[in-house]
T-cell receptor, first 114, second 114 residues
Framework: SQTIHQWPATLVQPVGSPLSLECTVE??????LYWYRQAAGRGLQLLFY??????ISSEVPQNLSASRPQDRQFILSSKKLLLSDSGFYLC?????????????FGDGTRLSIL | SQQGEEDPQALSIQEGENATMNCSYK?????LQWYRQNSGRGLVHLIL?????REKHSGRLRVTLDTSKKSSSLLITASRAADTASYFC??????????????FGKGTLLTVNP
């Protein structure tokens, strides 16, 4: 069966520090991968998605970047965190090809910027 | 920007009662999905309804879709305390080529009191 792992679960970082959040998927190949951010009491905002290794699409201009160095690995990074980067970050995967693929989410990383 | 908007924002009911949540959206969709999120966790896919379907059932869940009104509803029958969670609708539309994107609403927080 397919599983998705996201870590760390919680992270407290000072303003201006770098960030690296990692997400890996097991049990499937060539998945579509997604990074979302969820602010308190709000829905999910799509940040990045990837349909293949090295292929990254950015949805909103921001202080973050994403990379996909391997088929089932998706990394969210920042060189210098801002206070506004605080939030709950969720990674998800879906099967490739077609609109009828549900997305499967990791358990998220709660990021607090001090 | 958010496509789906859930209503109500919060709903509190007693165990055994039915819970109905509504979702409205603005543009054409390929399908609409409902997800559930327990506090501090990732989202779990519940049900998908295609744009040419009007109603779909899965266990205690019943979803309707009215494309002329651009609205959907999620009914949970005979609710249980374990149904307490946030529920999100997500519209699916083509984002170019064979790629599809989910756009989430802000969610309805359902509390089922024992």
């Amino acid at each position: 069966s397919q599983t998705i792992h996201q870590w760390p679960a919680t992270l407290v970082q000072p303003v201006g520090s770098p960030l690296s959040l990692e997400c890996t998927v097991e049990g499937t190949s060539n998945p579509n991968l997604y990074w979302y951010r969820q602010a308190a009491g709000r829905g999910l905002q799509l940040l990045f998605y990837s349909v293949g290794i090295g292929q990254i699409s950015s949805e909103v201009p921001q202080n973050l970047s994403a990379s996909r160095p391997q088929d089932r690995q998706f990394i969210l990074s920042s060189k210098k965190l801002l206070l506004s980067d605080s939030g709950f970050y969720l990674c998800a995967w879906s099967g490739a090809g077609g609109s009828l693929q549900p997305q499967h989410f990791g358990d998220g990383t709660r990021l607090s910027i001090l | 920007s958010q496509q789906g908007e859930e209503d109500p924002q919060a709903l509190s009911i007693q165990e055994g009662e039915n819970a109905t949540m509504n979702c409205s959206y603005k543009t054409s969709i390929n399908n609409l999905q409902w997800y559930r999120q327990n506090s501090g966790r990732g989202l779990v896919h519940l049900i998908l309804i295609r744009s040419n379907e009007r109603e779909k059932h899965s266990g205690r869940l019943r979803v309707t879709l009215d494309t002329s009104k651009k609205s959907s509803s999620l009914l949970i029958t005979a609710s249980r305390a374990a149904d307490t969670a946030s529920y999100f609708c997500a519209t699916v539309a083509n984002s170019g080529g064979s790629n599809y994107k989910l756009t989430f609403g802000k969610g309805t927080l359902l509390t089922v009191n024992p």
